[in-house]
């Protein structure tokens, strides 16, 4: 069960406990008599449920970063905040936007769900905004026919510290950020999937070009050759936003984390 339906159904439950004993039961006990099971044990939790419910469906929500598509600016392990309501208020279970409060930017984090399954959370950086024309060839991005610059950095030693990966800085917008290759892997994409407006895509042996349909983002991971992202899946409608990360923190590996990336 999705968890936030899950928090939902706990809130729902224990607040019709709570008034139902506060309307009803608690003024037909005796005096001084101790409050029933179901007062102590979930009546009396309504107050907890209903703040983390709220918080987290409007406010902040924490995610743990599950795989490395993000180095070099998330590690796995990390754990991070996400803004909730940084590109709208939406209801929360039905996810329907009620409040435009803005769009996503070109470099932004973004936590959204997944296109192909909505039930599973997926974090990127947005590189296409609605109506942007993006090329990737050979490994070099450019948008709108401008090539994004990139500063060359020492090269990045992987958290298993088994390989070294090439280091840029590269400049999106108003972001500037961190990203890597793996210079053996080739610059075409291998395996892709069919998805809603792929005919605006072209892919050949040097890389990919696409023009981004209205409503829709293109992102990739920072970890260039180490990312399934909308080269292989395609586009992330605006529906499918939840927010924008801001933070880490915690990291059990790596205190020093805590307190990053912007």
Known sequence: ??????????TLVTGMLWGFDRWYARRRRPAGAPDPWWVEYGASFFGVFAAVFLLRSFLVEPFKIPSGSMIPTLLPGDFILVNKFAYGIRLPVVKTK???????????VVVFRY??????????????????????????????????PLERLPD???PDRRAYRIQWREQLGKHTHAIIWDESAPPYVSHRMDFPY??????????????????????????????????????????????????????????????GFE
């Not at 069960?1 to 706990?10: P, R, S």
């Not at 009620?98 to 932004?108: A, F, N, S, T, W």
């Not at 296109?115 to 993006?134: A, F, N, Q, T, W």
């Open 1 to 10: 069960m999705d968890f936030e339906l899950f928090l939902f159904l706990l």
């Open 98 to 108: 009620v409040i435009d409060l803005g769009k996503p930017q070109r470099g932004d």
């Open 115 to 148: 296109p192909v399954d909505p039930s599973l959370d997926y974090i990127k950086r947005v590189v296409g905004l609605p109506g942007d024309y993006v090329e990737y060839i050979d490994k070099r991005l450019r948008i709108n026919g401008v090539t994004v």
């Open 156 to 158: 990045y030693v992987m």
């Open 198 to 259: 792929r005919e605006l895509c072209t892919y050949h042996r040097r890389g990919f070009s696409c023009s981004v349909p209205e409503g829709h983002y293109l992102v990739l991971g920072d970890n260039r050759d180490g990312s399934s992202d909308s080269r292989v899946w395609g586009f992330v409608p605006d529906e499918n936003l939840v927010g924008k990360a801001f933070l880490i923190w915690f990291n059990f590996d790596d205190l020093s984390r805590i307190g």
